[in-house]
């Protein structure tokens, strides 16, 4: 199960084995079954966590009880609620497994040693948090300006391995459209 | 000009004021005029950008022409398209002054030069990369979720002040909402 990790990090990072080791002898592995929830809103998000295997959801809710989809995270990603996690306060969002999943966690205070102790892991997350910076923008972008067809047409170009693996209440919930308005576009789109 | 930003800075942050005659020491002054463009679509975003008195916006814009805003700079706060920053890339965005403004500019080379040296100022900056996120993740939110209602509502609620400061057409467009939504809502509340 560790394995899938390091391969992750010596393909994307510059830490050496030595490191790798130290970052990877902190990691709590943990399965989750299909809909099981790595975080609830009201809860503290108390851990950094990596998917080895698998496929997670960040969402949040509305009044009205419906859910609107802030990420996806799938193998060889990370995620956590960075409010809650940075200042140790209950979440607004959930967090939740797709499908069986395979996830390490790093207890806040143990990754925060690991970034005080290694600069080479420090500014690898520099550049994940840069990069969630960049494509949060460009999706803020596409939701205030993008069509339905616009949006959708976007999301198979960005996540083509997605579209099998996800129900359409979630893409749809991702997009911020309605499921009836998804089935629409689909339909035109294998009528052409 | 500078006492602003020396203000602002004792406010928010742990510098001292050597440290803060250091950062200001390297500061450029630049006034834009209303309707001036700070960083231009295509241009790469030399400088990291305080403002001291003003109003700017960022913006992109889509195939059809049209303007969609991410965001609106007030008076001490900050500002620059951070991808081309970081990565000294052609930017997709612009910025623009909405009134007369004054900035503080910082070439990268001085800016990433004072980060390295002044520990507070590093610290103090990913305080405010997080904010953003936080606050990206939140908008990102009620684009995907609320009804244009509840979208005036909200930018009502958390920037009263930029109102009387705004045209409609570019509350609309922050909001991603039509002028004629828009003018509908505003009519209606007025109603009541």
Redesign the interface.
């Known amino acids: 199960m560790m394995d899938e990790f390091e391969i992750y990090l010596r393909a994307h990072s510059h830490l050496d084995g030595g490191n790798i080791d130290r970052i990877r002898s902190l990691a709590i592995p943990k399965a989750l079954r299909r809909n099981e929830f790595l975080l609830r809103e009201g809860e503290i998000c108390r851990y950094k966590t990596f998917v080895i295997k698998g496929l997670l959801r960040t969402f949040?809710k509305?009044a009205d009880g419906?859910e609107?989809?802030?990420q996806f995270s799938p193998e060889h990603s990370w995620t956590l609620d960075?409010?809650s996690y940075?200042r140790q306060q209950p979440s607004?969002?959930n967090i939740a497994a797709i499908e069986n999943s395979e996830v390490l966690l790093w207890p806040k205070a143990d990754f925060d040693g690991l970034l005080a102790a290694i600069p080479q892991l420090r500014s690898f997350a520099e550049q994940l948090?840069?990069r969630?910076?960049?494509s949060?923008?460009?999706?803020?972008?596409t939701?205030?300006?993008?069509t339905p067809e616009e949006k959708y047409q976007e999301f198979v170009q960005s996540f083509p391995d997605f579209l099998a693996r996800l129900p359409l209440h979630m893409i749809a919930?991702y997009?911020?459209i309605s499921l009836k308005t998804l089935t629409r576009i689909r339909q035109a789109q294998l009528r052409r």
């Open positions: 949040g509305t419906s609107h989809i802030l960075a409010e940075d607004c969002y948090i840069s969630n910076i960049y949060g923008r460009q999706r803020l972008l939701a205030l300006s993008a919930a997009l911020g």
